[in-house]
T-cell receptor, first 111, second 112 residues
Framework: GQNIDQPTEMTATEGAIVQINCTYQ??????LFWYQQHAGEAPTFLSY????GLEEKGRFSSFLSRSKGYSYLLLKELQMKDSASYLC????????????FGTGTRLLVSP | DTAVSQTPKYLVTQMGNDKSIKCEQN?????MYWYKQDSKKFLKIMFS???????INETVPNRFSPKSPDKAHLNLHINSLELGDSAVYFC???????????FGPGTRLLVL
């Protein structure tokens, strides 16, 4: 089976740093993705990890530990526009390239 | 310069009706997907096509029938609509060896 867990909701203040965790138990593993989804809009790609370690991309970083089945998305210097849902997704295999999504974490950034 | 487009954006219909949603991508991608996002925002894959060939069918009821006339288009036909089909349906695409899936704007389906 496939199980991907994220906190349902988080709040943070503008300018702060927030870490959104994701744990997974899947039948296979061939990469972990983070997507951002603003209310009423499509998910947009943020980051991709397939090897252990930290990937940094501007204000956003993503970390992966395959042995622990764990990832986090780190958002620095939070802005109001970062208020959105953040979806963790695992690609379980190399073949069909499907993504299995977690339930998403709704982040609310306040002034 | 839209990358992945879907029509219609909103669809309100009665139970028992048959409806279609269309998806087109101008990115030259080989692989296209349909996802369903329910009221709790859980995004779940339904189908995937690679070069017009069905490669993923995630135990979706056979009232749902995808069709890919060419690799730039993937349509979704739904027969005998039920209340539980109300959701946002997202189309996505990627190259066959690429990492990133690009999502369309979604079709908000409400079955009354």
């Amino acid at each position: 089976g496939q199980n991907i867990d994220q906190p349902t909701e988080m709040t943070a203040t503008e300018g702060a740093i927030v870490q959104i965790n994701c744990t997974y138990q899947t039948s296979g593993f061939n990469g972990l993705f983070w997507y951002q989804q603003h209310a009423g809009e499509a998910p947009t790609f943020l980051s991709y990890n397939v090897l252990d370690g930290l990937e940094e991309k501007g204000r956003f970083s993503s970390f992966l530990s395959r042995s622990k089945g764990y990832s986090y998305l780190l958002l620095k210097e939070l802005q109001m526009k970062d208020s959105a849902s953040y979806l963790c997704a695992v690609r379980p295999d190399t073949g069909f390239q499907k993504l299995v999504f977690g339930t998403g974490t709704r982040l609310l950034v306040s002034p | 310069d839209t990358a992945v487009s879907q029509t219609p954006k909103y669809l309100v219909t009665q139970m028992g009706n048959d409806k279609s949603i269309k998806c087109e991508q101008n990115l030259g991608h080989d692989t296209m997907y349909w996802y369903k996002q329910d009221s709790k925002k859980f995004l779940k894959i339904m189908f995937s096509y690679n070069n017009k060939e069905l490669i993923i069918n995630e135990t979706v009821p056979n009232r749902f029938s995808p069709k890919s006339p060419d690799k730039a288009h993937l349509n979704l036909h739904i027969n005998s609509l039920e209340l539980g089909d109300s959701a946002v349906y997202f189309c996505a695409s990627k190259t066959h060896d690429g990492e990133t899936q690009y999502f369309g704007p979604g079709t908000r389906l409400l079955v009354l």
